[in-house]
């Protein structure tokens, strides 16, 4: 079991690990909060740092920059994304696999879209891909099997995956979903089944 002076160590250390945590989540959180705001990315980690309800030190702690921060809030974003899309059942049939995937994307993006649209790379999907972009190729890794259950069930033709999941991801922009829901004011639920369908189109499906 070890001394007593050993489990209070072990206890403060999962004490600070837990706070380091939190601290950052919050810190996240509040970038999510000042993005969708502002509607820039022109906040100092000091404003981040009032924001999330920590000291300016505690940000310095996790974060140098600001870009180090949204490099760190859209690395969660992908990771929710990802986590979410593994999730749909591998032995649904290919086109119920693509529709579920669909109302995941669209949920996800209908809470950080708002944010995210400002943080945007400015070079496009397969530019990124090509250049080893490490979020962007696992998000490729996971989106592309989809895509390729599609074609192999005969719901699509043959294509390049790479331009199939390139019509996708643009189809499913979060500049998209936030457009819908402020423009037209449409449910996640119509968003998802309107751009499923669209992708469908778009990829080749006769009857979408």
Known sequence: MG??????????????????VASRNALLRAA??????????NFSLAVLAKEAGVSTAT????????????????????DELIEEMSA?????????????????????AARWSRAAVYIRSADGFLARLRGKDAMVTRLYEVLAP?????MRGGEIPTQ??????????????????????????????????????SALGALGRRDA
């Open 160 to 197: 390049t995956p790479e331009f199939a999941v390139l019509v996708w991801e643009t189809l499913f922009d979060e500049r998209v979903v936030v457009d819908l829901m402020d423009s037209l004011h449409w449910s996640t639920d119509r968003i998802a089944a309107e751009l499923t369908r």
């Open 3 to 20: 001394s007593p002076e050993r489990r209070a160590d072990e206890r403060q250390t999962r004490q600070i690990r837990s706070d380091y």
């Open 146 to 150: 989809f895509t390729l259950d599609l």
């Open 32 to 41: 999510e909060r000042l993005l969708a705001e502002r509607r820039d990315v």
């Open 88 to 108: 749909v059942p591998a032995d649904d049939p290919p086109l119920e696999r693509f529709e579920k995937a669909c109302r995941v994307w669209v949920r996800q």
């Open 59 to 78: 940000a310095y702690r996790h974060f140098s920059d600001i870009r180090q921060v949204l490099r760190a809030y859209y690395e969660n974003l992908v």
